[in-house]
């Protein structure tokens, strides 16, 4: 039986922005969230002195596809799930065959 899966990067890195209210801080990081990447969640704090500080989650929007044999679909599944990086996560499986 053949399988694939599609993986997707579990790496998120952290942006950051300061401005007078949460809309503005928002879009501050909006605009620094590069090409290819998804903005995953914001989070606001206002600490003493009235500024709103935005902390941004971003991850890579990259989807990649594996593919993986066995003689049935439990075998097909581990050796699938035996080629995903530390750091990605498993999306979804289709059945090939």
Known sequence: MRIRGLIQ?????????????????RAL??????EGFELIQVHNSMPRGGRVIATGQIRSAAVVELEANGADYKTAREALLKKIPEDHRLLSVLSLD
């Open 29 to 34: 990081i909006e605009e620094q969230v590069p």
């Open 9 to 25: 990067s579990k790496v998120v890195t952290e942006l950051t922005a300061e401005a007078d209210d949460a809309q503005a801080a």
